[in-house]
């Protein structure tokens, strides 16, 4: 009875101990996931940042032009104004 207790304590430890082995090798595999993610959200982070330096580029181009359409509308009413004066 005392051999059957052992074997089945020795049993149960080894597969305690396996059970610990594949869950280390699942938590490795799951840093490697992770690092990956962040790799790649650390270069999308840098893309975005790019993208943003673009956009605020072509919101100044965008505001110039703008302005420009309005000096000219501006200087067209004022033609305009004066031949209706003459």
């Known amino acids: 009875m005392k051999r059957v207790l052992a ?4 049993l149960a430890l080894c597969t305690s101990v396996l059970g610990g082995c594949a869950s280390q090798s699942a938590i490795k595999q799951l840093q490697t996931q992770q690092d990956q993610m962040m790799q790649r959200l650390n270069a999308l982070e840098k893309a975005q940042a790019g ?11 965008a505001e110039a032009a703008a302005d420009r359409a309005e000096k000219m509308a501006n200087k067209a009413e004022s033609i305009f104004m004066k031949h209706m004066k003459k």
């Open 7 to 10: 074997v089945v304590f020795v």
């Open 51 to 61: 993208n943003v330096q673009a956009c605020e580029n072509a919101a100044r181009r």
